[in-house]
C-alpha cells in the first residue's frame, strides 16, 4: 500500500464504439456522451485520491500499446474492452504481460445479451469483472481498484 498523501494512478480504458455513448442504443448504454462519462470517472477517481488517465480507442493494437505503455506509468488498470472481450487474446495477453491489477467493466449485463458475449478471454486474467450497471460500472470498479491500493 502507498503513502496516502501519493496518489495512486490507473488508467480507464475504452475499447471500440464508447465513443458513441450517448447516441447507441440509448437503452443499453444510456444518453450520456463519453465526454460527460470522462469527467464523471475522473472527479470521482479524483474525491477517492485516485490520479485518472482516460484512453479510448476503437483499434485493438492501440489498446494493446495502451496497456503496454501503462506498464511504469500507471497502478492498476479498468478496461471496458467492449465487443474485444470476447475474442481479443492480444488484449488479453497484454493485460496479463504488464502484471498490474486489472478490472474488467461493461456497461450491458452481457450474460443477458446474445451467447457470443456471454464469454470473456480477458477476464481470467483480471482481478473481477463488473457488468450491467450502466455507467455506474465504471464507478464500482474505480471504488474496488481503490481497495486494492
Known amino acids: ?24 442504443d440509448v437503452a443499453v448504454y444510456g444518453k450520456e456522451s463519453l465526454l460527460s462519462i470522462n469527467r464523471q470517472i475522473t472527479s470521482f477517481a479524483n474525491s477517492l485520491n485516485l490520479d485518472c488517465r482516460i484512453f479510448q480507442s476503437n483499434h485493438e493494437g492501440e489498446i494493446v500499446d495502451a496497456i503496454q505503455q501503462s506498464k511504469d506509468e500507471v497502478d492498476g488498470l479498468i478496461i471496458n474492452a467492449g465487443a474485444y472481450s470476447h475474442y481479443s487474446i492480444a488484449i488479453r495477453d ?56
Request: aromatic content about 8%.
Open 94 to 149: 497484454a493485460i496479463e504481460a504488464v502484471r498490474l491489477p486489472c478490472v474488467e467493466v461493461h456497461c450491458s449485463n452481457i450474460f443477458k445479451r446474445e451467447s457470443f458475449r456471454k464469454n470473456s478471454v480477458i477476464s481470467d486474467v483480471c482481478v473481477g469483472s463488473i457488468v450491467g450497471f450502466g455507467k455506474d460500472s465504471y464507478f464500482l470498479a474505480i471504488r474496488a481498484i481503490e481497495r486494492i491500493f
Open 1 to 24: 500500500m502507498k503513502n496516502k498523501l501519493v496518489k495512486n494512478k490507473i488508467i480507464v480504458i475504452h475499447g471500440p464504439n464508447m465513443n458513441l455513448f450517448g447516441s447507441r
